[in-house]
T-cell receptor
Framework: GDSVTQMEGPVTLSEEAFLTINCTYT??????LFWYVQYPGEGLQLLLK?????DKGSNKGFEATYRKETTSFHLEKGSVQVSDSAVYFC?????????FGTGTRLQVTL | ETGVTQTPRHLVMGMTNKKSLKCEQH?????MYWYKQSAKKPLELMFV???????ENNSVPSRFSPECPNSSHLFLHLHTLQPEDSALYLC???????????????FGEGSRLTVL
């Protein structure tokens, strides 16, 4: 079945640092790829997505590019803020079934 | 109310109790989901309902019993749970537009379950 591997956290960065959270996947067919974010005490919400190879998803300064050749979808942001502190989940899916990674906690300090 | 709401937010129960989790979506979606979130584990899809019909049961123990009376409401009935069932249970909804296309998942804030 499908699977998603994310880098283990927590990731601790100073404000304005560059962020990369790695994500690789295994899936059959032509899955879409997603990043979801979970802020403290809240449910998950979609951050960005890409539906085919070489697509770049972007939102709120975050970006991720669908790399079919390396089966990766790494999340990046050029300058993180304290308000970005949250847990980030990579996911892959087709139809109505999403497979999530374990999540990576990001802690941004002043 | 907007989005996906879950009640209760926190639940503590003994192993012999029977309780239910409730989810309601106000988005007009036709698919609803239960996910289990445990520490240091991937989110686990438990059940999927599409147009009120259960389309996915991800090998979930029978002590968890879902119910979807209409496309806006989803319940998870709990009985004779084990301590390892303690987790955050997340409800989500989406709009299915075909067998191979579906819209964004919208999640509720979750119900934190503790089984003593």
């Amino acid at each position: 079945g499908d699977s998603v591997t994310q880098m283990e956290g927590p990731v601790t960065l100073s404000e304005e640092a560059f962020l990369t959270i790695n994500c690789t996947y295994t899936a059959t067919g032509y899955p879409s790829l997603f990043w979801y974010v979970q802020y403290p005490g809240e449910g998950l919400q979609l951050l960005l997505k890409a539906t085919k190879a070489d697509d770049k998803g972007s939102n709120k300064g975050f970006e991720a590019t669908y790399r079919k050749e390396t089966t990766s979808f790494h999340l990046e942001k050029g300058s993180v803020q304290v308000s970005d502190s949250a847990v980030y989940f990579c996911a892959t899916g087709t139809a109505s079934k999403l497979t999530f990674g374990t999540g990576t906690r990001l802690q941004v300090t002043l | 109310e907007t989005g996906v709401t879950q009640t209760p937010r926190h639940l503590v129960m003994g192993m012999t109790n029977k309780k239910s989790l409730k989810c309601e979506q106000h988005l007009g979606h036709n698919a609803m989901y239960w996910y289990k979130q445990s520490a240091k584990k991937p989110l686990e899809l438990m059940f999927v309902y599409n147009f009120k019909e259960q389309t996915e049961n991800n090998s979930v123990p029978s002590r968890f019993s879902p119910e979807c009376p209409n496309s806006s409401h989803l319940f998870l009935h709990l009985h004779t749970l084990q301590p390892e069932d303690s987790a955050l249970y997340l409800c989500a909804s989406s709009q299915e537009v075909g067998r191979t296309q579906f819209g964004e998942l919208f999640f509720g804030e979750g119900s934190r379950l503790t089984v003593l």
